[in-house]
């Protein structure tokens, strides 16, 4: 099955600061990449999403990178805030979502310093 | 839409007891997550349907937990007995479809602390 690897656990950055999260997964069948943000004490909320068909898409100050060769996708946000503190979680829809579930990365717990 | 609705917020209880966690999907999402999130093994899939059957259990740790969906507007997951390493934080998703480009949305979810 679908194995989906996030790199790093953690990362800190200064306030103003770019912060670059990467994922890798196994299945090449897998079409659809979200990424979920999850404050402390909250729910985890999709934040950006890729398909399989787009190399990159962009929303204001985050961007997510896809290259299917090489079976990796990244997030990135640049001009950090201390409000873009949380965990990030990848993930992918495995064997082209057939099975209806997404496999999670485990997370990068971002740290932005004032 | 009040999106996924997620009962108690907080639930406490001494080990041995029954716990019973309530889920409500968005209303037209087919599918029906249950996660389970601790710091040490993160977001684990428990059981999911679809259209009220479920699909997939294989992430349920053991007997003690069940999982059922009577019909497109509610969901539960039973804990019975519970024990202390039963405590974490379950949500609950729901999505409108399978396969490519549809997002989970989560419940807020429940906290449970067995003691």
Same mark, same amino acid.
């Given at each position: 099955?679908?194995?989906?690897?996030?790199?790093?656990? #953690?990362?800190?950055?200064?306030?103003?600061? @770019?912060?670059?999260?990467?994922?890798?997964? @196994?299945?090449?069948?897998?079409?659809?990449?979200?990424?979920?943000?999850?404050?402390?004490?909250?729910?985890?909320?999709?934040?950006?999403?890729?398909?399989?068909?787009?190399?990159?898409?962009?929303?204001?100050?985050?961007?997510?990178?896809?290259?299917? #060769?090489?079976?990796? +996708?990244?997030?990135?946000?640049?001009? #950090?805030?201390?409000?873009?503190?949380?965990?990030? +979680?990848?993930?992918?829809?495995?064997?082209?979502?057939?099975?209806?579930?997404?496999? +999670?990365?485990?997370? #990068?717990?971002?740290?932005?310093?004032? | 839409?009040?999106?996924?609705? &997620?009962?108690?917020?907080?639930?406490?209880?001494?080990? $041995? &007891?029954?716990?019973?966690?309530?889920?409500?999907p968005i209303s037209g999402h087919d599918y029906l997550f249950w996660y389970r999130q601790t710091m040490?093994?993160?977001?684990?899939?428990?059981?999911?349907?679809?259209?009220?059957?479920?699909?997939?259990?294989?992430?349920?740790?053991?007997?003690?937990?069940?999982?059922?969906?009577?019909?497109?507007?509610?969901?539960?997951?039973?804990? &019975?007995?519970?024990?202390?390493?039963?405590?974490?934080?379950?949500?609950?998703?729901?999505?409108?479809?399978?396969?490519?480009?549809?997002?989970?949305?989560? $419940?807020?979810?429940?906290?449970?602390?067995?003691?």
């Open positions: 099955g679908e194995n989906v690897e996030q790199h790093p656990s #953690t990362l800190s950055v200064q306030e103003g600061d @770019s912060a670059v999260i990467k994922c890798t997964y @196994s299945d090449s069948a897998s079409n659809y990449f979200p990424w979920y943000k999850q404050e402390l004490g909250k729910r985890p909320q999709l934040i950006i999403d890729i398909r399989s068909n787009v190399g990159e898409k962009k929303d204001q100050r985050i961007a997510v990178t896809l290259n299917k #060769t090489a079976k990796h +996708f990244s997030l990135h946000i640049t001009e #950090t805030q201390p409000e873009d503190s949380a965990v990030y +979680f990848c993930a992918s829809d495995g064997d082209g979502g057939s099975q209806g579930n997404l496999i +999670f990365g485990k997370g #990068t717990k971002l740290s932005v310093k004032p | 839409d009040a999106g996924v609705i &997620q009962s108690p917020r907080h639930e406490v209880t001494e080990m $041995g &007891q029954e716990v019973t966690l309530r889920c409500k040490m093994r993160g977001l684990e899939l428990l059981i999911y349907f679809n259209n009220n059957v479920p699909i997939d259990d294989s992430g349920m740790p053991e007997d003690r937990f069940s999982a059922k969906m009577p019909n497109a507007s509610f969901s539960t997951l039973k804990i &019975q007995p519970s024990e202390p390493r039963d405590s974490a934080v379950y949500f609950c998703a729901s999505s409108p479809t399978v396969g490519t480009g549809y997002g989970y949305t989560f $419940g807020s979810g429940t906290r449970l602390t067995v003691v």
